[in-house]
C-alpha cells in the first residue's frame, strides 16, 4: 500500500493531514469519481474504491487504484513494488488489486455486504501500524538531498516538473531512457567529467539545449516518413519551394530515404546518391546531424559514430557525444556568463558567433526559463 502526499506533513503526528496509526472500519465508497459498486470497466469514473471511516481530522480516506507519480493526495494506492517515493504506480495493475480487495469483501461478508454505495461492512477494517516507512524519503527530502550540489545533477522529478513525463507508448520509453541517462551515475560522470555539472547555470543552460533539440526529452532520432506534402513544404520551406506538389508526392512521401537524401544529401559531409542523409539524420541528446557532425563528436566522444550511425540512440552515448560538443564549443564558458544565444547557435549553427539566429532560439530561451523555474521552486538554488 502507497499512501502519497497528502496536504500536509506525513511526518508530524496528529496534525490532521495524515492517517494516523488506528483501526478504521471499511464502508462502500459513494462518490463521483469512486464506487465500490457499479464502477466502470477503465480509467472512466466511477472508478473501484473503498471508504475508511471515523477518521477524526481527516474526511474522505479512500482506497482505490493510483496512477502515475504521486496520483493520489492523502489516499491509500494498493500497487505492485515500487521503487521508491519517485516511482510511478500503473493504474490497471493497481485496480486489479482494488478489485479483488473488493471481491475478498464481498465473499467474508456473504449475505452481510452493503447492496448500496456508502454503507458500513460488517466487521472489515484497516489497522494502520507505526509510522510511514518512506517519511524521511518524501519528495521533499529526496530534492533537499541534492540542494547546492550541481555534481548531483537534476533529480527526475525536477524534469518532470519542466519537461512532464508522456503518458504512455514510445515517447515515454524515450523520455524514460534519457532521464535514466542524465541521473545515472554513469551520466553524472559524463556530465561531470565535462565541466556541465560545475554549476547549476550549466545544467540548466545544457539542459534547455537538450529540451529543446529533443522535444521535450522525446525524440531519439529525427523522422522522415512525412505524411503530408504540406509538412514537407514547412520543415524545408527553401529546399521545396521550386517543387510542385506532384513531385513531393510522388518522390518524397512516406519515402524515408530518399528525403533524406533530397534534404541531406551533398552537404554536412553526406555522399549525395547514398544512404547518407538517412543514415547521419539527426539523432540523440543534440540531434547531431550529418556525417562531418557524426564523425566529429564520434571523435570527441571516442565513439565510432562515422561507420556506426546508429549508437546516437543510446541516450548514454548520446549524451556523451552532446557534453563532448558543449564543452568543444565552449558553452561552459557562454553558461556562466548567461549567454544563451551563443549556446544556441553553437549547438544549432555550429558557430557561437554567428550572425544567423538557432532554429527556435525562441523556444531555447522559454526552455531555460521554464528550467530556471524548476529549480527554483525545487530549492536547488537556495
Same mark, same amino acid.
Given at each position: ?8 506533513? %506525513? ?14 472500519? &471499511?464502508? $462502500? ?6 464506487? $465500490? ?13 473503498? *471508504? &475508511? ?8 480516506? &479512500?482506497?482505490?487504484?493510483?496512477? %502515475?507519480? &504521486? ?21 490497471? *495493475?493497481? /485496480? ?34 507505526? *509510522?510511514?516507512? =518512506? ?13 547546492? #550540489? ?11 516538473? !519542466? ?35 560545475? %554549476? ?27 505524411? $503530408? ?22 518522390? =518524397?512521401? /512516406? ?6 537524401? +533530397? ?12 544512404? #547518407? ?29 562515422? %561507420? ?17 560538443? +558543449? ?6 564558458? !557562454? ?19 554567428? $550572425?544567423?539566429?538557432?532554429?527556435? *532560439?525562441?523556444?531555447?530561451?522559454? +526552455? ?11 530549492? =536547488?538554488?537556495?
Amino acid at each position: 500500500m502507497c499512501e502519497s502526499r497528502g496536504p500536509g506533513d %506525513n511526518s508530524k503526528e496528529d496534525n490532521g493531514r495524515r492517517i494516523e496509526p488506528g483501526t478504521y472500519p &471499511l464502508a $462502500t465508497q459513494s462518490g463521483g469519481k469512486y464506487v $465500490t459498486i457499479g464502477y466502470t470497466s477503465g480509467k472512466t469514473p466511477p472508478k473501484p474504491g473503498l *471508504e &475508511l471511516l471515523k477518521t477524526n481530522k481527516r474526511t474522505e480516506i &479512500l482506497i482505490h487504484p493510483g496512477v %502515475n507519480f &504521486l496520483s493520489s493526495v492523502g489516499c491509500i494506492n494498493p500497487t505492485k513494488k515500487v521503487s521508491g517515493p519517485l516511482a510511478d504506480m500503473d493504474f490497471t *495493475e493497481s /485496480r486489479t488489486r482494488v478489485i479483488a480487495l473488493i471481491d475478498d469483501l464481498k465473499a467474508f461478508a456473504g449475505s452481510g455486504f452493503p447492496k448500496t454505495n456508502g454503507k458500513p461492512i460488517p466487521k472489515a477494517s484497516v489497522v494502520i501500524e507505526g *509510522e510511514p516507512v =518512506l517519511s524521511t524519503e518524501s519528495v521533499e527530502s529526496v530534492l533537499e538531498a541534492v540542494a547546492g #550540489d550541481p555534481k548531483k545533477g537534476l533529480p527526475a522529478a525536477v524534469f518532470q516538473k !519542466f519537461a512532464p513525463r508522456p503518458a504512455s507508448g514510445s515517447r515515454r520509453a524515450i523520455y524514460d531512457g534519457y532521464i535514466g541517462a542524465f541521473t545515472s551515475d554513469k551520466g553524472l560522470k559524463t556530465l561531470g567529467d565535462h565541466g556541465v555539472c560545475n %554549476n547549476y547555470d550549466r545544467l540548466m543552460h545544457f539542459f534547455a539545449q537538450a529540451a529543446m533539440e529533443t522535444g521535450g526529452f522525446t525524440l531519439i532520432r529525427e523522422s522522415l516518413t512525412y505524411t $503530408t506534402v504540406a509538412a514537407i513544404r514547412k520543415a524545408w520551406k527553401s529546399r521545396a519551394a521550386s517543387k510542385t506538389d506532384q513531385w513531393i508526392k510522388d518522390n =518524397l512521401l /512516406r519515402k524515408p530515404e530518399a528525403l533524406g537524401d +533530397w534534404a541531406y544529401g551533398g552537404r554536412m559531409g553526406n555522399v549525395k546518391g547514398t544512404l #547518407d542523409g538517412f543514415n547521419f539524420r539527426g539523432g540523440g541528446t543534440f540531434q547531431t546531424t550529418g556525417r562531418d557532425a557524426y564523425t566529429a563528436k564520434g571523435k570527441l566522444a571516442k565513439v565510432d559514430l562515422a %561507420n556506426h550511425p546508429e549508437l546516437i540512440e543510446d541516450p548514454q552515448i548520446s549524451l556523451l557525444a552532446a557534453c563532448a560538443e +558543449w564543452k568543444e564549443s565552449g558553452c561552459n564558458a !557562454f553558461a556562466d556568463s548567461g549567454l544563451i544565444k551563443k549556446i544556441s547557435r553553437a549547438i544549432n549553427v555550429g558557430n557561437a558567433n554567428s $550572425t544567423t539566429p538557432a532554429n527556435g *532560439e525562441a523556444d531555447r530561451i522559454a +526552455w531555460h526559463e521554464k528550467i530556471f523555474k524548476a529549480v527554483k521552486n525545487a530549492g =536547488l538554488l537556495g
